[in-house]
């Protein structure tokens, strides 16, 4: 793994270090695992994080506490898509602040999509929030991978796939449906979802296909079988909200199980 380094524009609310100090570089590494090729020529391989104990880093959506990873696979050849396959996450509570994310050790499954046939060079570099009692951004440069041709599944990799989200269907939901109502710039979204429990206290955490629509921490709670999650939408750049129904996501976290729910329509 080349040398992790510390951005110099920091994220808001992050503690400012200087770039070429960089003294929490050694709390994560990462590298690319090479996995195996599908029938339909796609590749399957992997993000691999390992962090130090009492660290953690971040969910694609780690709530208000965390920074949500970013991806760039620019310098890459013949890859024409990659695919982040999230695995079930872990919920923390810190300093009455709740974040999602991943401790310990973390395989994200990618999957590849050639250009066209030939060999394919995974390459590029990750911006990645990591947290102890304080929280800090590293961009890190991913060492260059040319993607094998074999068949054979990876059993880490094929692991990781396997601690996917159950879908809505695999996990018993009979009905989600979502109310929304105006309120001034805002939008209250009130989600409610008929499914047995996931175990345990259960979050919700909403997500939409637009970027510019900020969404708050859900408040959550169960009554039998009824889920009901309400959380506030903010337009960052102002102006009106046009939510796309279609594009909202719903991620039930709970002790036993995650469940995603794709689409959420009106009552």
Avoid at 42 to 62: D, F, N, V
Avoid at 151 to 174: H, T
Avoid at 220 to 249: K, Y
């Amino acid at each position: 793994m080349k040398t992790s380094r510390l951005l110099c524009t920091l994220c808001a609310g992050l503690l400012p270090i200087m770039a070429w100090s960089n003294p929490y570089a050694d709390n994560l590494a990462v590298r690319l695992l090479p996995g195996w090729q599908q029938n339909d020529g796609s590749h399957i391989a992997a993000l691999e994080m390992t962090l130090k104990a009492g660290w953690k880093t971040y969910w694609r959506a780690p709530g208000d506490a965390g920074v949500p990873p970013v991806f760039s696979w620019t310098d890459s050849q013949n890859v024409a898509r990659v695919q982040v396959i999230w695995p079930k996450p872990e919920v923390f509570l810190q300093n009455g602040m709740q974040s999602i994310g991943y401790s310990d050790r973390v395989i994200l499954p990618l999957r590849v999509e050639p250009v066209s046939g030939g060999a394919v060079e995974l390459d590029g570099h990750l911006l990645v929030g990591i947290c102890e009692d304080i929280c800090v951004p590293l961009e890190v440069d991913l060492m260059a991978l040319t993607l094998p041709e074999t068949r054979r599944r990876v059993p880490a990799i094929a692991a990781a796939l396997a601690e996917r989200p159950f879908s809505g269907k695999d996990a018993g939901m009979r009905k989600v449906t979502c109310e929304i109502e105006p309120a001034g710039k805002r939008m209250n979204l009130r989600a409610v979802i008929d499914m047995p429990s996931t175990g345990g206290t259960e979050v919700v955490v909403l997500e939409t296909r637009d970027p510019s629509i900020w969404v708050s921490e859900a408040k959550t709670h169960r009554i039998g079988n009824q889920l009901t999650a309400e959380a506030q939408l903010v337009p960052m750049a102002g102006g009106a909200i046009m939510l796309d129904r279609s594009g909202v996501n719903l991620t039930v976290i709970g002790d036993h199980s995650v469940v995603e729910i794709s689409g959420c329509p009106a009552k």
